[in-house]
């Protein structure tokens, strides 16, 4: 599963509050939306959720990082 195709998305590290650290995350698709999709972003330790973002059709594209 470690293709390339991760170019989509820049941080593939993410504070993890659990952690406490900066970790790799999985990306997950949350929600299909007639706007878009959401995903969320779990920790790799310890599967806390530490964002989620929201992959819009149009052209705006917008991150939004707890
Ligand atoms: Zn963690």
Partial sequence: M???SYKDFDATE???PNCKRAVP???RLLLVL???DKY?????FC???V?????TRQD?????VK
């Fill in 51 to 55: 964002g989620d973002k929201m992959d």
């Fill in 25 to 27: 995350v999985r990306k």
């Fill in 40 to 44: 969320d972003y779990t920790c790799r």
């Fill in 34 to 36: 007639p706007n878009g």
């Fill in 60 to 64: 705006n594209f917008r991150i939004v």
């Fill in 14 to 16: 993410l504070f993890c």
């Fill in 47 to 49: 599967g806390t959720s």
């Fill in 2 to 4: 470690d293709r390339s």
